[in-house]
Each structure stands twice: as C-alpha cells, then as structure tokens.
C-alpha cells in the first residue's frame, strides 16, 4: 500500500497530512461559513437543537476525512470519507431549515449552497480517487 506520507519520490514530507486535500478544506469551508455566518443568527430557542445538529454535522465532514486519511487500509477510508459525505448532506439539510425558517437571508443560502456542492463534488471525487489505488492494489 502507497505511504500516504511520502510525496511521489517516496520521501517523508510532513507537510502532506489530511488538510492538503481539497476534500477536508471545501469541507472545512462549509464548517467555518455555518460557525461564522449562520450560527450567529440563530435565534435562543434553537441554541439546543438546530445549533448542536449544525456543529455536530459540519465538524463531522472534517473530522471523518481526517480520520479516514488516517486509516491503514483503502477500505476503511472510503467509509470515513462515505460518512464526511453524508454529513455534508445533512448540512444542506439544516441550510434548507435556516433558510425556511428565516434564519437566513437568501444570499446566505445561496453562498451555502455553494460551499456544500463544492464539497460534495471533491468529496465525491476523492472517494473515486481512493477506491482507484484501492484497485491497482489488487
């Protein structure tokens, strides 16, 4: 298996980790538009509802790519990035509440909208990516 450590030469570089993939960083940019953008504007009442699903959501599509990538086995990554993904999901799904429930401006939505299918499409892409290698292993 490819040290995922090691730049293509096979030499250790430590500045390749999780957060060099696009994935984890549109995933991190949807994290940070919610904490920075949308948090804010919610209202008391869903301080222990919508608020805890939004943190516990986008801070699971960072985390399970960071902890796929750290995973021995092709295998078990992709289920960690197959995870990030359906996180991401459910962040368009708490996007679309805000939005109905005039959290929200539109613009908002919009730039949200955005943000996520940035990262599904990465995500989507990296998942390919990975279960490739997975294949030339075989």
Not at 1 to 14: A, L, Q, R, S, T
Not at 56 to 77: L, V
Not at 87 to 108: A, G, P, R, W
Not at 117 to 128: C, D, L, P, Q, V
Request: aromatic share 14%; charged share 30%; proline share 2%.
């Amino acid at each position: 298996m490819e040290n995922i450590f090691e730049d293509p030469k096979g030499v250790y570089n430590e500045n390749r980790d999780f957060t060099s993939l696009v994935c984890w960083q549109n995933a991190r940019n949807i994290k940070l538009f919610f904490y920075k953008e949308v948090l804010p504007l919610l209202p008391d009442k869903e301080k222990y509802n919508l608020d805890i699903q939004i943190r516990k959501a986008t801070i699971s599509s960072t985390a399970n790519i960071a902890e796929g990538y750290g995973r021995y086995h092709y295998q078990e990554g992709i289920q960690f990035y197959r995870i990030s993904r359906g996180s991401t999901y459910e962040s368009k799904d708490h996007l679309i509440s805000c939005f109905d429930l005039n959290y929200i401006s539109d613009e908002s939505y919009k730039q949200g909208l955005g943000l996520i299918e940035k990262a599904k499409i990465s995500i989507n892409g990296y998942i390919k990516y990975v279960k490739a290698q997975k294949e030339k292993m075989k």
